[in-house]
């Protein structure tokens, strides 16, 4: 996220909220502060003269609340951080938002846990879709494309632990976990910049819109609650994984019959797309293998060595346009930088 303070916000005479700032600077100076950037535009008249000088530590705020070794620490954070630091596609990308007191600014108060509290993507099973999110980000982190820095900062972000799964259970729970984190202490005034939804359409070819009355009452909550929410193009989350990696897989090789192969080479991107693949009258039932084993192996393969390249072309039939940057592009991208939304 980028963070800016309001122009009169380090004048406030007010004991708690100085008091907050000063956890708020400290917060910042540590080891989670490399996923957030400070503008410091926002804050060079309060910590730089015109000499650029620092002089914060006259501020009441450091005389008061800081410590000397945080003193200290804050100086060379701050006297460090470079002024360009913040680039065009962190601002199209990262969301941002100002410490303040009036209306449309964070308060104090709530900006301390917004800063500190993990960022949560509630999907329908914590284990295996976390798998397929954080294989994306890794794929694409190692990339080299245009918004690489992005995905890198997701990347780091999920390695740090700053952001993390929260399983639902299914489908069905996905409106019921996330009303319970809305209505959590941590996230009390906050829960829009760090909550986010990823749940399956479970589509059937030739369902262009959703017709499911709970697919559309989730779309409709979370809208509603201004919580960032995806729900995917495809039936299910191995309706990504590509063909060849699929068949590359040790023990499919072991089950699956030539017939079987042929019918599955020979899909379109759509029918694959909405593929059941555990289903008895889908082209590839995978036997003794059986329902439960796809869920937990499926989603595995996505970190088996193949590019991003491959799953874009799962993807190069359904591309989407990005508002904000007025651009088309690949599904897999447009999950990343939603997530990172909420970083």
């Not at 916000?9 to 540590?30: G, R, Y």
């Not at 209306?103 to 284990?127: F, M, Q, T, Y």
Request: aromatic share 10%; glycine share 4%; hydrophobic share 35%.
């Amino acid at each position: 996220m980028i963070i800016s303070f309001s122009d009169t916000i380090f004048q406030i005479q007010d004991h708690s909220i100085q008091k907050t700032l000063a956890k708020i600077l400290v917060e910042l100076i540590e080891e989670k502060s490399q996923i957030h950037f400070i503008d410091i535009s926002s804050v060079a008249s309060f910590f730089f003269n015109n000499e650029n000088t620092y002089i914060f530590d006259e501020n009441a705020i450091a005389k008061r609340h800081l410590s000397e070794t945080e003193k200290i620490l804050l100086k060379e954070y701050i006297s460090n951080i470079p002024r360009k630091t913040i680039t065009r596609l962190h601002r199209s990308h990262l969301t941002h938002f100002v410490i303040g007191i009036n209306s449309e600014e964070v308060h104090p108060k709530d900006a301390g846990r917004l800063i500190k509290e993990r960022s949560k993507i509630i999907v329908e099973n914590g284990i295996n879709d976390w798998k397929f999110i954080t294989a994306i980000c890794q794929k694409y982190s190692s990339a080299r494309k245009s918004r690489q820095s992005i995905y890198l900062l997701l990347d780091k972000a999920i390695k740090m632990g700053a952001i993390e799964s929260d399983n639902a259970g299914g489908i069905g729970e996905i409106k019921k976990v996330t009303q319970r984190w809305i209505n959590d202490q941590r996230y009390d005034n906050i829960y829009k910049y760090k909550l986010m939804a990823i749940f399956d359409s479970d589509r059937k070819i030739g369902e262009a819109e959703i017709t499911d009355k709970k697919h559309e009452g989730i779309i409709n909550f979370l809208s509603q609650v201004d919580v960032t929410h995806h729900m995917l193009y495809k039936r299910k989350i191995e309706n990504y994984l590509p063909v060849s990696v699929i068949l590359e897989n040790r023990e499919i090789k072991l089950i699956i019959t030539d017939a079987q192969k042929i019918n599955l080479e020979n899909k379109s991107g759509e029918e694959l797309d909405f593929l059941e693949y555990g289903s008895k009258d889908g082209c590839i039932n995978l036997g003794q293998w059986g329902e439960k084993n796809i869920k937990e192996n499926f989603p595995e393969m996505f970190h088996d060595s193949f590019s991003y390249r491959e799953l874009e072309e799962r993807c190069d039939h359904h591309k989407k346009y990005l508002q904000e940057t007025e651009e088309v592009t690949y599904e897999t991208e447009e999950i990343l930088l939603k997530i990172a939304k909420i970083l």
